[in-house]
């Protein structure tokens, strides 16, 4: 165990995740009041998730009045990157780390904790992943419960120009893996194609925005994955480095 890993060490490190999120669930809280969510909804909604992707789409099906099927498979799909990277995290969790607080800690692994605590040389303990979390959190569910007050209270044409903060900040996180990785520029291509054709294709009316979701990212994904595999060499450099 790397002594060095405190509680306070856990702060320092989430503190610019913890800000960052602040304003990425301000639009998310703006995008929910705009679709007519209350705000005490909208923030029990961050304080029992806490993936903005994922929170969108679910958002965007219950305002469809989407089933609790199309929910399901939805945030199956869109979350299901935190299968691995629960896995992975797992194998750098010390001894203090009980099957219950690892069930417990689970729900706050995000893309950014999971990068900051995969990164540390080291076992991660207790109360470093404590102090890890707990200022995301905290910036995510008040920024949503700032978000949603504001967007019930400001002028309906300000809360559409904030609606698009959320969808721009999709597009910030597109952009520089498209330049990297080679496959996710057609991953992209593929599904906002198969999303536009099974939303105006009139065989295809009148099917639930979550099901157009979730066929969209099966289709894409299958097909990237066919024509742009990842080599065996590089997913066991990734895992190593993990």
Request: with cysteine.
């Amino acid at each position: 165990m790397d002594k060095k890993l405190k509680f306070k060490n856990g702060i320092r490190d989430g503190l610019p995740i913890g800000l960052g999120y602040l304003s990425v669930s301000f639009a998310f809280g703006v995008q929910a009041s705009i679709l007519g969510v209350p705000f005490y909804m909208s923030l029990f909604i961050s304080m029992t998730n806490l993936t903005s992707a994922g929170q969108l789409a679910g958002l965007t099906v219950i305002a469809s009045l989407g089933t609790i099927l199309e929910i399901i498979l939805t945030q199956l799909i869109i979350n299901s990157r935190y299968f691995l990277m629960s896995l992975t995290l797992s194998q750098k969790l010390d001894d203090s780390f009980t099957l219950g607080k690892r069930f417990f800690f689970s729900a706050f692994i995000t893309d950014e904790i999971f990068a900051v605590s995969s990164s540390k040389p080291h076992l991660i303990n207790k109360k470093y992943f404590f102090g890890l979390v707990i200022l995301p959190y905290c910036g995510w569910s008040l920024g949503t419960l700032l978000g949603a007050l504001a967007g019930s209270s400001l002028p309906l044409e300000l809360t559409n120009a904030l609606g698009i903060a959320l969808y721009a900040m999709f597009v910030a996180i597109i952009i520089p893996p498209t330049l990297s990785v080679k496959g996710v520029l057609p991953a992209v291509i593929l599904g906002a194609g198969f999303s536009s054709s099974l939303y105006y294709i009139p065989l295809f009316k009148g099917l639930p925005d979550g099901f157009i979701y979730i066929i969209s990212a099966i289709l894409s994904s299958l097909i990237t994955a066919y024509f742009f595999p990842v080599p065996i060499s590089e997913k066991e450099q990734d895992g190593g480095e993990k």
